[in-house]
């Protein structure tokens, strides 16, 4: 089998997994990437020092984690220059990662001027949103303008687990609709209709939708008038406290879940308080994606808290019982891939593991096949 190579560069560290087929021969992580104290100097370093250090005979193709595609990449593509510049073009809506994004690329191409690149976007998987979905209410020619518009995000982890739940379901990816949940600091929800996303959570940017770690997800654009008129904060103070100090942070002073469990389980009534949030939030996402779909065949958790947290599951769905959807107690405290719903459910509900960096080697791969 052709080797691949999957780089993820993020805002302040890279993430490589090298697979012979669908195997993982080696991987890791370099961190605080143009951080003081030991850290490569910036993402081109990183990569330089990843590549250095692997053995790449029979490499076939790089696949590169791309998080903004904006309305112009709909699925991966061979980089060349102009899709370099396309895709530098898109750095206003995510600027944290589109520009490490586009570092790893340029450095792999150094490097291995003739091995295949491919990007592959976080934003692909939602391009088949209808446009009552993707459009949000606001003057139209701002929207057009300043590209306003739903893209939703986790489009590798959706795919991926969507698709890995028919298999385990043994039923046409297809045919099944499927609610996926990806539960993680970051957290979103999908509605997939035969394969094809129709809702999603994340809008513009990572930032609406569920209760995540340290992100509020959905509220009330006002509150942002109200802080900037009331409280004197500037955009980048705002921007800040919805992103890095709302969610669970902000609401329990930790943005891990594992803490916040344990916390509950000792009546802390902030920890508490959190999950009620976050639980609830969830419990909304499915019922109104319920309502879109119209016919549900499975629910599926996956990520870090969906892989790994019985009682969030449990809670989330808890009060579903009228639209098929039932969590077993005793399946829901096991492990690995599985479904959770009793025997003979309406509504399958699954745990899947998600592999985002798997699904980027399966889609470079399949680029480079087709070229």
């Not at 518009?149 to 298999?167: D, I, K, L, N």
């Not at 990806?182 to 609406?208: D, K, Q």
């Not at 599985?338 to 699904?359: F, K, M, Q, W, Y």
């Amino acid at each position: 089998m052709s080797r691949v190579l999957v780089l993820n560069c993020g805002s302040s560290s890279v993430k490589y997994r090298l697979y012979d087929g669908v195997t993982v021969v080696d991987r890791g992580t370099v961190e605080r990437v143009g951080e003081t104290g030991g850290g490569p100097a910036d993402h081109a370093t990183a990569v330089r020092e990843i590549l250095a250090g692997l053995d790449l005979t029979g490499l076939t193709a790089v696949g590169h984690r791309v998080v903004h595609g904006g309305r112009r990449f709909s699925e991966p593509v061979l980089v060349d220059d102009e899709v370099l510049a396309g895709i530098a073009e898109l750095v206003p809506l995510a600027p944290l990662h589109n520009p490490a994004n586009l570092a790893g690329i340029a450095e792999a191409r150094r490097v291995l001027p003739d091995v295949a690149q491919v990007a592959v976007f976080d934003t692909a998987f939602h391009h088949t949103l209808p446009d009552a979905a993707a459009t949000y209410a606001i003057d139209r020619e701002v929207a057009e303008r300043y590209g306003i518009r739903r893209y939703g995000f986790h489009g590798t982890s959706h795919a991926y687990v969507s698709r890995r739940t028919a298999e385990l379901l043994d039923r046409p990816y297809a045919e099944l609709n499927t609610i996926t949940l990806h539960l993680g600091n970051g957290a979103s929800a999908c509605a997939v209709a035969g394969g094809r996303s129709v809702a999603t959570s994340m809008g513009m940017s990572p930032l609406e939708g569920l209760v995540m770690g340290t992100r509020s997800g959905d509220l009330d654009p006002a509150i942002v008038f109200h802080l900037r008129r009331e409280a004197g904060m500037g955009v980048d103070e705002i921007d800040d406290l919805l992103n890095h100090r709302s969610g669970l942070s902000g609401l329990a002073g930790a943005n891990d879940m594992r803490e916040i469990l344990a916390r509950r389980a000792a009546g802390d009534p902030a920890a508490t308080g959190a999950f009620d949030v976050y639980c609830r939030r969830i419990t909304g996402y499915v019922g109104a994606y319920y309502a879109l779909l119209g016919r549900v065949d499975a629910v599926t958790f996956t990520a870090g808290v969906g892989e790994h947290a019985a009682p969030v599951r449990a809670a989330a769905l808890a009060g579903l019982g009228r639209l098929g959807i039932v969590v077993d107690p005793e399946r829901n405290a096991g492990t690995g891939d599985r479904l959770i719903s009793p025997p003979g459910a309406e509504v399958a509900v699954c745990v899947v593991g998600t592999d985002e960096e798997l699904e980027i080697a399966l889609q470079a791969r399949a680029v480079v096949a087709d070229g």
